[in-house]
C-alpha cells in the first residue's frame, strides 16, 4: 500500500520560512518523479515544483521561483519543499504526489499517488 505523508506545514509570518517534508512507503520511491501541488481555498488545486527520479532536474511554477526549492533524499524516501520569502497569497493546502513518468511533470492528471495535505498558513 502506497503512501505519501506531508508534515512541516503551519502558521508563518509573511517573509518567513517554512520546510515541508513528504515522506513515502509503499513504493520503489527512487523510480518516481516527485511533485508538490496546492489548493488555496476556492481555488483549483495548482502546480508547484517536481523533481525528477534523481534530483538533478527541477520544474517550478513562476509564481514561486526564486523563493521555493524541491529536492528529496532517496535514501530516506523524503521530498522536500523550502519555501521562502513567504506571501498570504502562498496560503493553501500542500500535497505531494508521486508519478512514474520520467518528466517532473506540472500535471496532476500525470500523478499516480497522493499525499493528504498539509496546511500552510501565511500572515499578513
Known amino acids: 500500500q502506497v503512501q505519501l505523508v506531508e508534515s512541516g506545514g503551519g502558521l508563518v509570518q509573511a517573509g518567513g520560512s517554512l520546510r515541508l517534508s513528504c515522506a513515502a512507503s509503499?513504493?520503489?520511491?527512487?523510480?518516481?518523479?516527485m511533485g508538490w501541488f496546492r489548493q488555496a481555498p476556492g481555488k483549483e488545486r495548482e502546480f508547484v515544483a517536481a523533481?525528477?527520479?534523481?534530483?538533478?532536474?527541477?520544474n517550478y511554477a513562476d509564481s514561486v521561483k526564486g523563493r521555493f526549492t524541491i529536492t528529496r533524499d532517496n535514501a530516506k524516501n523524503t521530498v522536500y519543499l523550502q519555501m521562502n520569502s513567504l506571501k498570504p497569497e502562498d496560503t493553501a493546502v500542500y500535497y505531494c504526489?508521486?508519478?512514474?513518468?520520467?518528466?517532473?511533470?506540472?500535471?496532476?492528471?500525470?500523478?499516480?499517488?497522493w499525499g493528504q495535505g498539509t496546511q500552510v498558513t501565511v500572515s499578513s
Open positions: 523533481v525528477t527520479r534523481s534530483g538533478s532536474s527541477t
Open positions: 504526489a508521486a508519478t512514474e513518468r520520467i518528466y517532473p511533470s506540472n500535471l496532476q492528471g500525470l500523478y499516480d499517488y
Open positions: 509503499g513504493l520503489r520511491f527512487s523510480t518516481y518523479a
